[in-house]
């Protein structure tokens, strides 16, 4: 009994139809399935980026808006960053393992 049901579902040319549509939609088509997947992981890539570097400028805006207003700040990040010293003094640098 269950193999002449068997049968009738394999003979049956709508699903037969059916799936080889869809094994053709997820493998061989232009726009199969399997590439628009991975064009959306790289667009969801891209779109963090995005917002990552836009959030970047606007810190970078703000640090540059404070040194350019405040001599004091201008001195402070070149020491910090760029090891800078005034002549009469001497600069260790101690490094943390």
Do not use: C, P
């Not at 009994?1 to 549509?21: E, H, P, Q, S």
């Not at 990552?52 to 040194?67: G, R, S």
């Amino acid at each position: 009994m269950k193999g002449k049901y068997l049968i009738r579902i394999i003979r049956n040319k709508y699903l037969i139809t059916f799936l080889a549509v869809s094994v053709w939609l997820l493998v061989f088509d232009q726009h199969n399935l399997i590439d628009r997947y991975k064009t959306y992981k790289y667009l969801k890539n891209i779109v963090q980026d995005t917002v990552h570097y836009h959030d970047k400028i606007i810190e970078d805006k703000e640090i540059i808006q404070q040194l350019e207003t405040n001599t004091e700040n201008l001195e402070k990040f070149a020491r910090e960053e760029y090891l800078m010293k005034a002549e009469d003094e001497d600069v260790f640098i101690i490094k943390k393992k």
